[in-house]
């Protein structure tokens, strides 16, 4: 018990905040006056931020072909077939993520209608919370302006923002941990308290368990073994693990049951696999063995998915908290300064400064050893967000050191980086040629189909040519980045700290803004929702819709047309594996029966391609007419 009460001094010295007071502490009755004035205003800056950016987002552009679409379609399915157990894509079961985000897509859809922006609907309203979770844990950690700094990173960051353009669950990852982060302090200080109260230590640590439930709903095993891994670890080096048998972990773990197991055994039993088959070894084998182990080793079947570079993972999970990432160094640096300063032994070590430095390291430490994609090291952000939140934090209540490092950093990174961004984005919007008139953007890029793997890899397809397309959005970004470095920093300069931060977060927001918009003129590349339409507006009961290729070369087609897709050479990937149970839909075609159900003209068919050969191919067996062309795809069809 000593041992606690020493570092529960050193977290209360680190992060006084005398303009504000300690939250945790609760300050002084002036700090707490401070504390309710600022609170709202604090809360409605948040919510203004996620309106602009967040909830602005969800109504354009279209569903994005691939795991967007592949998701909500998922989660449509659901609805129509009312199972909510057993995941299906275009009727094909598809085990290769737990259901919760489908859960909650169908949800949305089925109190406000099945469209794209209902569906998009509980991801944006979850990043909202998870700005308020860094908020609230900031604010234990550093006082309420330090959890405001820390979710203003949060939502004013690249990383978080462009990872909620499209309906994957990282970001719910990255709040799950948060607040289970947060829960674990609070069990901490609950049991610092001389005269424990076991009623809300029970809730608190029940609560943990609900939260790693949810997070295991939402992405598998990682939901276990990040909060987990953390509070083992943090309790090692602190030499408190013998507090693990005062936080409940016997009703904790049924806990944790009762919310987790049910689907786990629903699923299982009503999916055993079948007998004799070499492919559907029922879910078990795929969800578990493939899905969670394989794919940690890189040996999933079928491998449908690219791999980033390990050093390059680690640089873009620093570039994902663009532009504040300018401030990290600073950050890390400063947190080992708290560890070493304040410390006279491991058990003294403040909260602060060792927990957030201990998930982020789990969180990307998992990922060097494991497959990874870009967006893999979103739940290690909240932390690094929070780190600069508390540098900010402490460099605006006159902490000397930290003012001279938050100096420091903004003039040569954050400044240098500001005046390269706006250099770069002027010299396009100056020098980029004019699109023609009416011009596709397909006819602009190159084409690197040996990157697509990655989820942003059709950024490789830009050219010169595709600039001018986007000349507006990088003139803005190109003002925005100019105003907003040199400003942040002569605010800087002038120690005037929160106008520094809030201009730089402005500054942001713009380019985000923009980021935006460029991600709508570049739709017709990744997404199909127009071509839908087209087919919608002509299709009759008993048409037949196809897809040249695999699934995801237009599986936004199967959620706006709402119909079944045939897909021609597409037994791959997503579709695979269900396509070896007995019950799966006959969906898959040659291109010999492609070629007779052309000649046949019993039924109207609908072919979505982007082979540029595939009109004259099917010429020769009959009449072909193009029903609309869009982002270097085409519908064609056997009927006039």
């Known amino acids: 018990m000593p041992a606690i009460v020493r570092e529960t001094s050193a977290v209360a010295d680190l992060t006084k905040t005398p303009s504000i007071g300690n939250h945790d502490a609760g300050g002084t009755s002036s700090g707490r006056a401070i504390i309710g004035i600022w609170r709202i205003p604090f809360f409605l800056a948040l919510i203004g931020i996620w309106l602009s950016l967040e909830f602005h987002g969800i109504f354009s552009p279209g569903l994005l072909d691939d795991v967007d679409s592949v998701y909500i379609e998922s989660a449509r399915e659901m609805l129509v077939r009312r199972d909510f157990i057993t995941p299906y894509i275009d009727g094909i079961r598809f085990f290769d993520k737990p259901p919760l985000m489908y859960w909650l897509a169908a949800a949305f859809m089925r109190l406000l209608g099945i469209h794209d922006w209902t569906a998009r609907l509980p991801l944006a309203l979850l990043s909202l919370a998870l700005f308020f979770a860094v908020y609230s844990l900031g604010s ?6 330090g959890g405001l700094y820390s979710a203003l990173v949060t939502a004013t960051s690249v990383g978080p923002y462009l990872f909620t353009r499209f309906f994957i669950p990282d970001v719910l990852l990255a709040l799950w941990m948060t607040l289970a982060v947060h829960l674990f302090l609070k069990a901490l200080s609950l049991l610092n308290e001389p005269l424990v109260e076991h009623g809300r230590l029970r809730a608190v640590s029940w609560a943990f368990a609900v939260v790693m439930a949810v997070n295991v709903l939402t992405k598998g095993l990682i939901g276990l073994v990040f909060p987990l891994g953390l509070v083992m670890t943090y309790l090692a080096m602190t030499r408190q693990l013998h507090l693990m048998r005062r936080l409940y972990p016997y009703s ?22 079948v007998p004799g088959s070499a492919v559907a070894r029922g879910w078990f084998w795929f969800y578990f063995v493939n899905e969670q182990f394989m794919r940690f080793i890189g040996k999933r079947v079928p491998q449908d998915y690219g791999q980033v570079p390990l050093l390059l993972f680690l ?11 300018s401030f990290l160094p600073a950050a890390v640096t400063e947190c080992l300064r708290a560890i070493r300063g304040r410390a006279s032994g491991p058990r003294n070590v403040s909260q602060g400064a060792l927990v957030l430095p201990l998930w982020a390291g789990i969180v990307l430490s998992f990922f060097c050893f494991s497959s990874r994609q870009e967006y893999y090291s979103l739940p290690a952000l909240p932390a690094l967000a929070l780190l600069i939140g508390g540098l900010l934090e402490r460099a ?20 240098p980086l500001s005046l390269l961004l706006a250099a770069v984005a002027g010299y ?24 697509y793997n990655l989820s942003l890899g059709h950024i490789f397809d830009l050219t010169g040519r595709a600039m001018g397309l986007f000349r507006g959005p990088l003139a803005i970004v190109c003002v925005a980045m100019l105003a907003g470095g040199p400003l942040s920093h002569c605010f800087r300069m002038r120690r005037q700290h929160l106008f520094a931060n809030l201009s ?6 713009a380019v985000l803004l923009c980021v935006h918009e460029g991600l709508t003129r570049f739709y017709p590349i990744l997404g199909s929702k127009s071509l839908a339409l087209a087919i919608t507006h002509v299709y009759q009961p008993g048409d037949l819709i196809l897809i040249d290729g695999e699934y995801t070369h237009g599986s936004s087609i199967n959620f706006y047309t709402q119909q079944p897709i045939s897909l021609v050479d597409g037994r791959m990937n997503g579709t695979w594996y269900g396509s070896y149970w007995p019950d799966a839909p006959k969906v898959f075609e040659t291109s010999d029966s492609l070629h007779k159900l052309w000649s046949s003209k019993s039924r109207r068919i609908f072919l979505l391609t982007s082979k540029p ?19 270097g795809k085409s519908v064609l069809t056997n009927f006039p």
């Open 428 to 451: 396009f919007a100056m020098t980029a040629a004019r699109p023609p008139a009416g011009a596709d953007i397909s006819s602009l890029l190159s084409s690197e189909p040996a990157m």
């Open 140 to 145: 234990r950690l550093f006082g309420e302006r």
């Open 315 to 325: 640089m873009l999970g620093a570039l994902w908290l663009a532009p504040w990432a």
């Open 396 to 415: 605006h209540d006159g902490d000397l050191v930290a003012q001279r490092r938050v100096l420091a950093a903004s003039r040569w990174l954050l400044l």
């Open 504 to 509: 730089l977060a402005v500054a942001s927001i």
């Open 613 to 631: 050969a595939r009109a004259a191919d099917l010429a020769r067996y009959g009449p072909v007419y193009r029903v609309a062309s869009s982002g």
């Open 252 to 273: 904790s773990t049924a806990v944790f049951l009762v919310v987790v197991a049910p689907w786990h055994l629903f699923v299982a039993l009503r999916n055993p696999g």
